[in-house]
């Protein structure tokens, strides 16, 4: 079965640090990946999105960016934080021909 | 312009009796439509897809939900609610053209609350 893992699962980090947040997939081979933010507990943004071993799309232009170094590892990163990019960080997968996505646990950020 | 719309913030049922959370779309072709629940500090849990055929899908802890092209809705319910049932629902929509990196348009969320 497959098994997507997040981390940290919580983070408090000062504004203007660096950001590396990481989520791997097990038990499927190309899945297209997602990078989700959930601010307030509420809705979902959709930040990048990969069908592929370094292909990368970007929804949102901000201070974020993403890589997909292996074929199931989606790492989120930042140079400098900022207060607003406080909030909870969701990766989730759906296989190449498949519908619905699946969630990891997600990271609490709080930058201070 | 894709978009999801539920149209309540906040639902609140007794336990034992039959809840329903609300969803509307707009896509300009085949819908395909989806809910995910949350619960606290957790990622999302996907409770079922509608996609083609019959209109009545069944989920996951007995959820069902029905589509409606007409009223171009796709409404949650559930026979009998249950205290466990208190979570943050979601309702997605993709555009049902071709393509396997079709985004998903969220809703912004309905929280359920079962008082017992």
């Known amino acids: 079965s497959q098994t997507i893992h997040q981390w940290p699962a919580t983070l408090v980090q000062p504004v203007g640090s660096p950001l590396s947040l990481e989520c791997t997939v097990e038990?499927?081979?190309?899945?297209?990946l997602y990078w989700y933010r959930q601010a307030a507990g509420r809705g979902l943004q959709l930040l990048f999105y990969s069908v592929g071993i370094g292909q990368i799309s970007s929804e949102v232009p901000q201070n974020l960016s993403a890589s997909r170094p292996q074929d199931r590892q989606f790492i989120l990163s930042s140079k400098k934080l900022l207060l607003s990019d406080s909030g909870f960080y969701l990766c989730a997968w759906k296989t190449g021909g498949g519908y619905e996505q699946y969630f990891g646990p997600g990271t609490r950020l709080t930058v201070t | 312009a894709q978009s999801v719309a539920q149209p309540e913030d906040q639902v609140n049922v007794a336990e034992g009796n039959p809840l329903t959370v609300k969803c509307t779309y707009s896509?300009?072709?085949?819908?395909?439509l989806f809910w995910y629940v949350q619960y606290p500090n957790r990622g999302l849990q996907f409770l079922l897809k509608y996609i083609t055929g019959d209109n009545l899908v069944k989920g996951s802890y007995g959820f069902e939900a029905e589509f409606n092209k007409s009223q171009t809705s796709f409404h949650l319910k559930k026979p009998s609610a249950l205290v466990s049932d208190s979570a943050l629902y979601f309702c997605a929509v993709r555009d049902g053209k071709a393509g396997n990196n079709r985004k998903l348009i969220w809703g912004l969320g309905t929280s359920l609350a079962v008082n017992p």
């Open positions: 038990g499927t081979s190309n899945p297209n």
């Open positions: 896509v300009s072709g085949n819908p395909y």
